[in-house]
């Protein structure tokens, strides 16, 4: 009898992991019914596109990286790459709103250290005080022994309060939009621990790999693709493709999944999942790949596995919101240049991010419009979230009249709220993550994929999905090899 796998949870992870199963089937010739359960009518999770009045305005994500190689190729793979965009090159230049004013962000930056030292010297970004406790680290010795610490706590060791504070921490509230005196060193910049556990001084390591970093730069300079990439039409155009590729995989939208028991009699060591959605249906697998937040899992392993579903539940998540704004070009005297501008929090702001959208990316407004769009909420000001769309709009537009002087009315605005959609890598993620190894171990045929585990961007998302769909075809012995 054909063996039947269910994934909950169609967002890109659910989606990624039911493309590389379907790959790997169709060259094995179909051993395996495979169906996709999302609790929405609409798939793609937090990716979400939408095209308005010729606007095209991301609710969600807005590109990936294209250093992490998996969503390009992906993109191969669906014949997507014609409809790939770059950045605005000629616009390449963000700015921290510091003491008043937008400093720009120095260049040659690697993150937040310095692989050029003259750019970095001129900058007005960090004091001078702060610019001479940062060289300190050529000095301070290394850290004894490998145990992980909070980013906050290793950048204060290293480069300072002050670069902490004005750098690093705004730098990462648009990434994670999380609080840095608890997020993992370990699970999010790994490569600064083994540069300290190297070369002692982060400075003077960045220095002697600047060969390495410049020939990297050169790459990826020659390369095709900027840093940051989209799709013309949206990244909803991915989701999109993907699904339409889907044909062997039956979607089953719509219908929240409420209760997975396993059941195992003696004629078998595999166990069999029952799965029940919400208006009671239920539907039998010999494997569930659980796509969804770390806290939704936990839920549905509960009633086998309490141990299982508390480490689930020490993946916290956090909440944001984005709100676009689009304007009239003609509104302007002096557009605004580059592609935006983070937050510090000691700013005591209640924006954290202000993307320049029609600056960034081309094909995102009207020739005669610009879209912006700003980001509120994450760890460090959730209560936001909550506020009703005309008072986030209201605290965006004075916000960005003090931080740019924008008192413009605006032609459309959209608010997107995300609950709790953020996974929070705390310090300790790496071990949590292989406690969730060792219980799942005790679950044959149940899997977990998603952006809680190895990396929250679309990227790392992907990559997740490709390793889960090999894991899944291996337990199924179906598989032809290794994927990717
Ligand atoms: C505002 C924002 C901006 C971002 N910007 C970027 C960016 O620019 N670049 C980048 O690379 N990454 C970015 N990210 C991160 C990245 O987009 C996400 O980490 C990634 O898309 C998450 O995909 P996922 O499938 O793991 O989770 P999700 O997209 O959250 O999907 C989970 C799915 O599970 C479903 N589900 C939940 N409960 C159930 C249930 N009971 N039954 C069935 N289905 C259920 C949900 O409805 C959802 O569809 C951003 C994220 C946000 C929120």
Redesign the pocket.
């Known amino acids: 009898m054909s063996k039947k796998i269910i994934i ?9 992991t039911a493309y590389f199963i379907q790959e790997q089937l169709t060259s094995l010739g179909n051993q395996a019914d495979c169906y996709l ?4 009518e ?6 979400l596109t939408e095209k308005v009045d010729g606007f095209v305005i ?8 294209s250093t992490k190689p998996w ?1 390009l190729e992906l993109c191969q793979k669906l014949d997507l790459t014609d409809h790939l965009i770059g950045t605005c090159e000629d616009q390449r230049k963000t700015y921290v709103f510091s003491r008043g004013r937008l400093e720009e962000l120095p260049e040659g930056l690697s993150f937040m250290i310095p692989t050029q030292i003259r750019p970095f010297l001129r900058s007005g970004l960090i004091s001078l005080p702060g610019k001479l406790r940062m060289g300190l680290d050529l000095l301070l010795p290394r850290k004894v022994g490998r145990e992980d610490e909070s980013i906050g706590a290793f950048v204060r060791r290293r480069l300072g309060q002050e670069v902490l504070e004005r750098m690093a921490e705004p730098l990462l509230g ?2 994670y ?1 999380g609080q840095v005196d608890q997020m993992s060193l370990q699970a999010t910049f790994p490569n600064f621990q083994t540069l300290e556990q190297e070369y002692r001084s982060l400075i003077w390591g960045m220095l002697c790999k600047r060969r390495e970093i410049q020939r990297s730069l050169k790459e990826k300079n020659s390369s095709k693709w900027t840093l ?1 990439v ?1 799709l013309r039409g949206g ?1 909803t155009e991915l989701v999109q493709t993907l699904t339409a590729r889907l044909n062997r995989v039956s979607f089953i939208k719509g ?4 209760r997975i028991r396993p059941s195992s009699d003696s004629s078998s060591p595999r166990p069999v999942y029952h799965l029940t ?2 208006d009671g249906e239920t539907f039998q697998a010999d494997v569930i790949v659980l ?3 770390a806290y ?1 899992a936990a ?2 392993v509960e009633n086998f596995n309490p141990s299982l579903a508390a480490v689930l539940r020490e993946i916290p998540y956090t909440s ?3 709100i676009s704004l689009g304007y009239k070009k003609s509104d302007f005297a002096h557009l605004p240049h580059g592609f935006g501008f983070v937050v510090p929090r000691v700013e005591n702001r209640r924006i954290i991010a202000s993307t320049w959208t029609s600056n960034k990316y081309p094909h995102r407004a009207p020739d005669d419009k610009i879209l912006l769009r700003c ?1 509120m909420g994450g760890a460090n000001q959730e209560d936001l979230v909550s506020l009703e769309d005309r008072a986030l709009i209201q605290i965006v537009r004075e916000e960005l009249k003090e931080i740019v002087g924008i008192t413009q009315e605006p032609v459309l605005t959209r608010v ?1 709220r ?1 609950e709790k ?3 929070q890598y705390l310090v300790g993620h790496l071990d949590r993550l292989t406690a969730l190894e060792r219980l799942l171990s005790h679950h044959p045929g149940l899997f977990l ?4 585990y190895r ?7 992907i990559h ?2 490709a390793l889960t769909a090999e894991k899944v075809l291996k337990y199924l012995q179906l598989s032809s090899g290794p994927q990717t």
């Open positions: 909950v949870g169609g967002g890109i992870s659910g989606l990624s359960i999302e609790g929405r609409r798939l793609g999770g937090v990716i991301e609710g969600g994500p807005d590109s990936f990286l969503a648009g990434i939009a940051f989209t990244l219908k929240p999944v409420v959605v919400a796509a969804t937040p939704i839920d549905f944001t919101v984005t980001y997107y995300w959609v953020m996974p994929t998603g952006n809680a990396g929250p961007g679309i990227p790392d998302c997740s999905g």
